[in-house]
Structures are given as structure tokens and as C-alpha cells.
């Protein structure tokens, strides 16, 4: 089987990596000269546009994936007339817009906060009026770890928000003042089976993920089941799904779904029968899902910018250090370490040190 995706970036490497022992093949489409899953396929390196190199590329592959939300949709539509491409389509529209995301929430029942779509200074007045402070304003499309974004607490906020991200259509929601923010991953078969994975609870700093810790047992498991459920059969879904969520009270909060592997699955590596990498491969290729069960206790922490020594790391027990074979630059995910425990306060223990050793507490 060879698997085409776009983009080739640390998804799309770890997807590779979980693919090969499978005797899967793969090439990457990706406009970046360097990219870090080159070296584990045939790098495709151009425009999402270019139709000959679209043409090149799919003729390469049997099956198309993607590894980011913000691959052009006519990309993924013309390639999906040559060869089999999943996620669907639909599934990316709906993920690229914050506007179609929430409304789609809306229309299963799915608890979101209040949001109006915001279009110029005096419509993003009468949506604070509306929704109230504090709110939360962000760019519709193409914004990602916090970018894109600003908080309004008082109506002073309001003229500095518009100026510093006004100008292309925004969203105005209402601030959840959340006890923590969880996600769900699942995947979904092309014959419609559905697994999820235990919650994860996500801790970011700066808005970008820091830690997440596998939560097996969770109280809130069973809704945000119900929840990502229903997005995977309403849009025809094949692949792995994640759904970012607020917890307030007994309730969970929708923030956004990605349509690709996600973050905050990473520790599903070492800390699942089947990581989220392998379910998501085997889905797009039409094979029998793997169980989703945890393996104890997990919990994966990011490197930002810079990498840990690799030496301290290794030593730890139980510790599985990812690097992503990506320059060292600020605010870039270059790599990922996973600790494992059987015993949840044994995992406490362990990634406290693991904290101590990489410098990130
Ligand atoms: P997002 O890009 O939508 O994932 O937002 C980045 C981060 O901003 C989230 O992980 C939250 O910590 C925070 N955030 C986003 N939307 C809201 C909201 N409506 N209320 C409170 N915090 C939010």
C-alpha cells in the first residue's frame, strides 16, 4: 500500500513511523525545501496548487491523507477525482472555518459557547453586547496554537482587538471559564466501525500545548464519546478525529475538531495498544482498526523550541523521547517525550522528574 500525504511535517513523519512495520509506502506533498518526514518517503516538494506535481503525486500513491487543516480544499477535491482521499473533504471544510465548526456543534446538540460571526467594528459591538465580557475574538480560518486570537474583559478591549485581527471575517465567543481543557481522539473505519481513545487533559502555555496526561477512567469519557460520535457519522468520517473540549462543571465545552492526528494523542505512541498513528493508517487504507486501550498511565510532554539533552532523558525508566529531526527555532515543536507508569502516582512521580531533567516545570 502507498500512502500519499500532505504535508511533511512531525505528523506525517510519526505516521510514516508507524506505517512502515505494516509494509506501508509513503510520499509527502509538501511546499517546505526541508521537511522532517522526507526522509522516511519520496518528498513531493511544491505548490498545493501545481496540478502536474497533484498529478504526479497521485499517480504515485493508492490512498491520499493529510497531516493539517489548512491544506487548500480544492487540493484534497481534485486529488479525491484520482484517488481515494480521506479525511473527506467536507471533514476539512467544516475544520478550516471556526464558524462552520461551532454551527456544525450547534446543529448535533453539542454543547458550545455562545458565538456570533463578526465582520466589522460595529458588528463585533453588537455581538459583545449579545454574548457579553469576557469574550474571546478570533480569526475564522488559519489560526492555530492561540494565534489569531484576543481576549476582551472590559469594552475598552474592544477598538485594540479589532485593530490588532479585524479585517477578515472573525468569531466572537463567549469565555468559558473552564476547571480544564480535555480532548477526545477517535478513529473511524471506511466499513463505519468507531474506537476512541481514553480523554486526554491538555495543560498549554503560551498557547501552544505543553502537557497532556492520558486520563483512563475519566468521568467525562462517556460525553465526549457521545460528542465526537456524533461529528464522525455526520460527516461521513474516515481517519482519526480529534475534538478539543472545555470542561465547566459537569459539562463539556466543544472548542474546535482537527481532522488529522493530533498533539494531544501523541502519548498513544507507547501508551496505547494502538497508537492514534496506526488507527489512522489503517482506516484510510480500508484495514481492521486496532484496539484503542491504554496501557497504563501516560502522559507526553512537548519540546518548544528547544531539545532536551538526550542523555538525561534516557536514562529515565519507562521514558520515550521523540525527536522530530527539526531545527531548534522558538515556538516550534521539535520533539516530544512520552513517560509511562503503571500506577497513577507513579506516572506523577516520573513526569515530575521528567520535568526536572528537560527544565520545563
Ligand atoms: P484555540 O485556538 O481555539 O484552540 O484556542 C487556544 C486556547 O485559547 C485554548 O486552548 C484555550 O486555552 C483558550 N480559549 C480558546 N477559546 C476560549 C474560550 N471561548 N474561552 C476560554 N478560553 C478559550
Request: proline residues 5%; contains cysteine; charged residues 20%.
Amino acid at each position: 500500500m502507498r500512502v500519499g500525504v500532505l504535508g511533511a511535517g512531525q505528523l506525517a513523519r510519526m505516521l510514516a513511523l508507524a506505517g512502515h512495520p505494516l509494509g506501508m509506502r509513503f510520499a509527502f506533498l509538501d511546499p517546505a525545501s526541508e521537511s522532517c518526514a522526507a526522509a522516511l518517503g519520496e518528498h513531493y516538494c511544491g505548490d498545493y496548487g501545481d496540478t502536474a506535481l497533484l498529478d504526479r503525486f497521485a499517480a504515485a500513491v493508492d490512498v491520499v491523507t493529510y497531516e493539517f487543516e489548512n491544506v487548500p480544499v480544492a487540493c484534497v477535491e481534485y486529488l479525491a477525482r484520482r484517488r481515494p482521499v480521506w479525511p473527506p473533504a467536507g471533514a476539512l471544510h467544516t475544520a478550516q472555518d471556526r464558524l462552520h465548526e461551532k454551527t456544525l456543534f450547534r446543529e448535533l446538540g453539542i454543547a458550545t459557547p455562545p458565538f456570533q460571526a463578526v465582520n466589522s467594528l460595529e458588528e463585533l459591538k453588537q455581538a459583545v453586547a449579545g454574548i457579553g465580557l469576557p469574550a474571546v475574538l478570533k480569526t475564522r480560518r488559519l489560526g492555530y496554537d492561540g494565534k489569531g486570537q484576543a481576549v476582551l474583559r472590559q469594552p475598552e478591549d474592544i477598538d485594540a482587538a479589532w485593530h490588532r485581527i479585524g479585517g477578515v471575517p472573525l468569531i466572537l465567543e463567549g469565555f468559558v471559564a473552564f476547571q480544564r481543557e480535555v480532548s477526545i481522539i477517535a478513529v473511524r473505519g471506511r466499513d463505519g466501525e468507531i474506537r476512541c481513545y481514553p480523554l486526554a487533559e491538555n495543560i498549554h502555555r503560551n498557547g501552544i500545548l505543553h502537557l497532556s496526561r492520558s486520563c483512563v477512567g475519566d468521568s467525562m469519557q462517556e460525553q465526549a464519546e457521545s460528542y465526537i460520535k456524533l461529528l464522525l457519522e455526520q460527516l461521513d468520517y474516515v481517519g482519526v478525529l480529534a475534538l478539543e473540549l472545555f470542561q465547566d462543571g459537569a459539562r463539556l465545552i466543544a472548542n474546535e475538531i482537527a481532522p488529522r492526528v493530533h498533539n494531544s494523542g501523541h502519548w498513544t505512541i507507547e501508551g496505547a495498544e494502538t497508537s492514534q498513528f496506526e488507527n489512522h493508517l489503517r482506516a484510510v487504507c480500508g484495514l481492521p482498526l486496532g484496539s484503542t486501550a491504554a496501557l497504563g498511565h501516560a502522559a507526553m510532554l512537548n519540546f518548544i523550541g528547544t531539545l532536551p539533552p538526550r542523555e538525561a532523558v534516557l536514562a529515565m525508566d519507562d521514558v520515550h523521547l521523540h525527536y522530530y529531526d527539526k531545527e531548534e527555532r522558538p515556538g516550534r515543536k521539535v520533539g516530544h517525550a512520552t513517560v509511562r507508569a503503571t500506577a497513577a502516582d507513579a506516572l506523577e512521580t516520573r513526569l515530575q522528574r521528567l520535568l526536572d531533567v528537560t527544565g520545563l516545570r
